[in-house]
């Protein structure tokens, strides 16, 4: 993920009507890459207020921006914290953002905390398992992983909600005690009166003692089977307790699965009693200021051309270019707190997955394809999806990969890949005849870091493969308005002001003289 600009608002500062054209140029590839290769750019607005420091507090944010003491009496927050810049082009994130500084100036961390807040905002959204493993510190300044865009595997998820989906009733009995028989009080151990032949149930229903071989003191348990096969035989009685299903009940229900909705939009704020006011229908308007914000967001696919040599020794070569570009529309209401716009960029190739089972290739048993009456009727319309299904030479093919809607292998997006580009098994090495296709691999793919964000990478099809693969132009203007007041026009000093008031008579007249 590539901060490719960015730039401040003050406090109440408000961005109208700005547009940036962005461009991106495709380094040179030996052969026109078959996969798709897209480039996706995003417009972050990251309040101040949003900087761990404060805590999302707009009283201690205010505070430290005027320099004073926080409530309790301590010491001051910075509003800025600060740090000696380093050698030269030593920090990624102001290096690709062009931002230079000598080695000895004090500088601040403001836009390494936007960058690094930005990543944090996205994995929490994409996984809160992700977000827990990979979070960044605030203090990182290397570049993070670019997102993974899975449009073939958009609908599969690491685990769900198997109650929500469902729901749960409760069940209400008349008696609230279920008597349990099988298991019951020998009344001559006990010293009580009774035949010995009788044993007595919870409910004191009595049963014969010849059906009672086990026993610890004066409880026995009854038992069933044949010689050498004993098996408890105890049991409650339901039936006679009159069970009853309420209405509320079910209504009750079906409203907690409404609300489970409401809530799951909420998901990526870090605080769960501000998810409780939300779903009170509480508004908590600061809250908005206390995250990252996205305001535009484009993905576009490279158009890919191929270039042939023109002069005569080399009329059989070739290199292919790719570009693609956009236009990011900016708008932001006035902000209390300021922040920083930064715009972000992601190229990645469209991902293969090209030893996917085929859904029909390994069906044995026609009772196992879709049946329209049946699936109709399934209750808990989701699928088990096993590793095997996402690569064919996985070493645990039936382990677990991940929970699908059912039948979604039905209409999934399969590729295919053959002939003398057919492929056994993963790998990121060079091959030539691969050189069609931008393929990123790993071996085993499981539902972790790696199938949500680009750790394992490569630049096999670019015929220079130590370098970015990809250069951004942007051009554009950014209206800002707000509080900040600008000094007129300077002219460089002719002393025109001092000649021409060298000739005007100064001399004031004094009344009544």
């Not at 608002?9 to 897209?38: P, W």
């Not at 001051?76 to 914290?81: A, K, L, M, S």
Request: one cysteine or more.
């Amino acid at each position: 993920m590539v901060p490719v600009t960015a730039f401040p608002l003050l406090r109440e500062d408000q961005l109208r009507n700005s547009m940036i054209h962005c461009k991106v140029d495709l380094m040179e590839t030996a052969e026109i890459i078959k996969n798709g290769i897209k480039c996706r750019f995003m417009a972050y607005f990251v309040p101040f207020l949003a900087f761990d420091r404060f805590n999302g507090g707009m009283d201690e944010f205010n505070r430290s921006y005027m320099k004073q003491t926080i409530a309790d009496g301590a010491t001051v927050t910075p509003f800025f914290n600060t740090m000696v810049a380093g050698a030269v082009g030593s920090i990624p994130i102001h290096k690709y953002l062009g931002f230079h500084a000598a080695a000895t100036d004090t500088i601040n961390t403001a836009y390494i905390e936007a960058y690094n807040l930005i990543w944090n905002f996205r994995a929490r959204n994409r996984s809160e398992t992700l977000y827990q493993a990979k979070k960044r510190l605030m203090t990182a300044t290397s570049l993070a992983p670019a997102f993974w865009q899975h449009e073939q595997f958009k609908y599969v998820v690491p685990d769900w909600d198997d109650v929500a989906m469902e729901g749960s009733v409760d069940l209400s009995f008349t008696n609230a005690k279920v008597p349990v028989y099988g298991i019951g009080f020998d009344p001559t151990v006990a010293g009580a009166a009774g035949a010995v032949s009788s044993i007595r149930h919870a409910t004191g229903v009595t049963d014969n003692v010849n059906n009672y071989n086990a026993n610890s003191g004066n409880v026995k348990v009854k038992s069933k089977g044949i010689a050498g096969q004993v098996f408890p035989d105890i049991y409650a009685d339901l039936q006679a307790q009159g069970v009853k299903i309420s209405l509320a009940n079910i209504e009750l229900a079906k409203r907690t699965q409404w609300y489970a909705d409401l809530k799951a939009q909420f998901e990526g704020l870090p605080d769960s009693w501000i998810i409780d006011l939300l779903m009170q229908g509480v508004s908590v308007p600061e809250q908005m200021w206390k995250q990252p914000i996205l305001i535009a967001d484009k993905t576009e696919i490279f158009g890919i051309e191929k270039r042939w040599a023109t002069d005569g020794a080399n009329l059989t070569d070739a290199v292919v270019n790719g570009s693609a570009m956009c236009d990011l529309d900016m708008v932001l209401p006035r902000t209390p707190t300021g922040g920083i716009v930064m715009i972000v960029a992601e190229i990645l190739p469209e991902q293969l997955f090209e030893r996917g089972r085929d859904p029909l290739l390994f069906i044995t048993d026609p009772a196992k394809l879709p049946n329209a009456m049946k699936d109709d009727l399934d209750p808990q319309k989701v699928e088990r999806m096993s590793k095997g299904e996402v690569d064919t030479s996985h070493s645990d093919p039936n382990g677990l990969f991940g929970y699908r809607p059912l039948n979604w292998q039905w209409q999934q997006s399969n590729t295919r890949i053959g002939g003398k580009w057919f492929k056994s098994a993963p790998s990121n090495t060079f091959n030539e005849d691969r050189q069609h296709f931008w393929t990123v691999e790993v071996t085993d793919p499981a539902y972790n870091s790696d199938f949500m964000i680009s750790e394992v990478f490569n630049t096999l099809p670019f015929i220079v493969t130590n370098q970015d693969v990809g250069e951004v132009q942007l051009q554009g203007t950014a209206i800002i308005e707000g509080n900040t007041q600008f000094g007129t026009r300077l002219l460089e000093n002719d002393n025109a002001y001092a000649e021409v008031i060298a000739q005007v008579d100064q001399t004031r007249l004094t009344k009544g003289v």
